[in-house]
């Protein structure tokens, strides 16, 4: 008599409806959840860190230029006008440019993380 096994290897694979248990799906990714979650905290740290500097510079910079102190270099913010330093200017104006960049680059992170989601999802 033969056993199942060998009825098995004798008849090959079975057509869809059969005994054969389905396989199962493959795990979950969460890596572009997790790096869509570390860069959103990174740019909430930034936007932070940014407000709190020019912040600052509105509290302790003056409102006349200062040839002693180097701070001749206007800073116009709609609530004051501040007089700052070369290297002060040039620290809020690349804070300036870098966290309007990060916010878009962390949008198209997120839709671009979506969209695999849903992709991977209609699969």
Avoid at 16 to 43: F, I, N, Q, V
Avoid at 94 to 102: E, F, T, Y
């Amino acid at each position: 008599m033969l056993s199942d096994r060998d009825i098995r290897e004798r008849l090959g694979p079975l057509a869809s409806g059969g005994a054969e248990a389905e396989p199962e799906p493959p795990p979950k990714r969460h890596a572009g959840r997790w790096t869509l979650s570390l860069l959103a905290a990174a740019a909430l740290v930034l936007w932070s860190a940014g407000i709190a500097l020019i912040l600052h510079f509105e509290r302790t910079a003056p409102h006349q230029p200062d040839a002693r102190t180097s701070q001749i270099y206007r800073f116009n913010d709609p609530f004051s006008i501040v007089y700052l330093s070369a290297q002060q200017h040039a620290l809020v104006d690349g804070a300036l440019i870098v966290l309007p960049v990060v916010t878009i680059l962390i949008v198209i992170a997120a839709v671009m993380t979506i969209s695999r989601t849903l992709a991977a999802s209609e699969v």
